[in-house]
């Protein structure tokens, strides 16, 4: 089961919005509405941002919002911050043969 | 608040076993979710190993599955890794967390502990 394919690299301004891609196929993200997405700052943990394609966990702010459209999933973060500079890891069921997959990481740099 | 702490040696040798624990603390193993193992080579991304059911269900990834086994004792609210036959390629920041088998996601994350596989 390959990695599911990120953009290396995003960018924008403080209060810009940046929008990441996460390409996989219809063997899991085309296939079932089970995407994650989570953020990791240097040294820490993953934090769940985004799970079932569209919804944030309790605390995770209406800024970061996700969307799908067929093999393809993404994550929109709207009103840049500082603190939104960070590595993000998309993720998808993928089948009760190969169960998860994750993506490459997208580093997001807030200019 | 459910937190998870991993906990085993940072080094290991090649060809031996790998040993994790995880212990969670402010939920009941016992009261439901699977239990997941992630892991994440340095400068490197996300990668599942495997997960766990409080009755000892499991499912692993397909590309590790004849190295790994995982196991699970509700007494103490701890599960575990084992990872047979480790090289360098194994070296790793090894997480712990709560898999939402119903849904295919983790949300809530231990700190993760380094695994380096060098003799």
């Known amino acids: 089961q390959s990695a599911l394919t990120q953009p290396p690299s995003a960018s924008g301004s403080p209060g810009q919005s940046v929008t990441i891609s996460c390409t996989g196929t219809s063997s899991d993200v085309g296939g079932y509405n089970y995407v994650s997405w989570y953020q990791q700052h240097p040294g820490k943990a993953p934090k769940l941002m985004i799970y079932e394609v569209s919804k944030r966990p309790s605390g995770v702010p209406d800024r970061f919002s996700g969307s799908k459209s067929g093999n393809t999933a993404s994550l929109t973060v709207s009103g840049l911050q500082a603190e939104d500079e960070a590595d993000y890891y998309c993720s998808s069921y993928a089948g009760s043969n190969n169960f998860f997959v994750f993506g490459t990481g997208t580093k997001v740099t807030v200019l | 608040q459910v937190q998870l702490q991993e906990s085993g040696p940072g080094l290991v040798k090649p060809s031996e076993t790998l040993s994790l624990t995880c212990t969670v603390s402010g939920y009941s193993i016992s009261s439901g979710y699977y239990w997941g193992w992630i892991r994440q080579p340095p400068g490197k991304g996300l990668e599942w190993i495997g997960s766990?059911?409080?009755?000892?269900?499991?499912y692993y990834n397909p590309s590790l599955k004849s190295r790994v086994t995982i196991s699970v004792d509700t007494s103490k609210n701890q599960f575990s890794l084992k990872l047979s036959s480790v090289t360098a390629a194994d070296t790793a920041v090894y997480y712990c967390?709560?898999?939402?088998?119903?849904?295919?996601?983790?949300?809530?994350w231990g700190q993760g502990t380094l695994v380096t596989v060098s003799s």
């Open positions: 766990i059911y409080h009755s000892g269900s499991t």
């Open positions: 967390a709560r898999d939402d088998d119903s849904s295919g996601y983790f949300d809530y």
